[in-house]
Structures are given as C-alpha cells and as structure tokens.
C-alpha cells in the first residue's frame, strides 16, 4: 500500500482525489451505495475484472479514509461485512454529476459498457 498524503493541497479537487485515486475506489463506492451492505464475495462479483488483492488493497485504503466501514463478526468462518459511511455516501453525492458526466461522453463516442456494469438498465432512472 502506498504512503497516504495528508496535504497540503492545491486544491479541493486535489484533496478528493487523494481518497479516490485508482481505478477502484470510485466503483466500490457506488456498488455499496447501490447495494448496500456487502460481504466481500459479493463485492468481487459485482467489480467485474478486480483482482482478490486489488480490492483487498482498495477496501483497507476506503476504510482507512472513512469511506468504507468494516464489521467482523466472531462466527467460524468470520463474516465480514462492508457498508460506506456517511462520509462515504456524501462523497457518492458529489460523484454523482461526474458519473452523468461519463454516461454523456459512453454516449457521445459509442464506448462499449462492461456486462454486469452498475449503470441503471435502460429506461430507468438514476437516482
């Protein structure tokens, strides 16, 4: 795991992506918003192409940052379970323009989706 930075930053943009940087966090973040609580099986299938040590990685960075909390329980074998936090449901707010930002542009130059994406189905609403 990298070394987190704690600033200073140029800027607020700069700061958010400080806690959303890679490929992965933003996305386990909306498949939690999405889901809500998720073991950690759940979360793999749901993050089509995300290696085991990847969302291992991703998951203790999000938790970390506060984003992500995470709850063990003392059965044989443990469970453990994710949920986002308050912290990280205000961050899935502030996202929310960029991902219709993106659906806009998937639109525009006629990208392919990812099978199983969290993009609503067609005809739904975003929330």
């Known amino acids: 795991m990298g070394e ?3 600033g200073p930053y140029f ?3 700069d700061a ?3 806690v959303i940087g890679g490929k992965w966090k933003s996305l386990i973040a909306w498949e939690l918003e999405t889901h809500g ?3 950690f099986g759940e979360l793999r ?3 089509v192409g995300v290696s085991e040590k990847m969302l291992i990685q991703q998951l203790r960075e999000l938790e970390e940052d506060g984003i992500v909390d995470r709850e063990v329980y003392p059965e044989v074998p443990p469970r453990v379970e994710y949920r ?3 912290l990280g449901s205000a961050l899935n707010a502030a996202l929310a323009p960029l991902g219709v930002w993106g659906r806009e542009r998937i639109d525009r ?3 392919a989706r990812v099978h199983g994406s969290l993009e609503p189905e067609e005809g ?4």
Not at 124 to 127: E, L
Request: charge should be positive; include cysteine.
């Open 84 to 86: 986002l936090t308050e």
């Open 109 to 111: 130059i006629g990208a």
């Open 37 to 39: 609580v998720r073991r």
């Open 11 to 13: 800027c607020g943009i």
């Open 4 to 6: 987190k930075r704690s």
């Open 16 to 18: 958010a992506m400080d």
């Open 124 to 127: 739904a609403t975003d929330s």
């Open 45 to 47: 299938r749901g993050l």
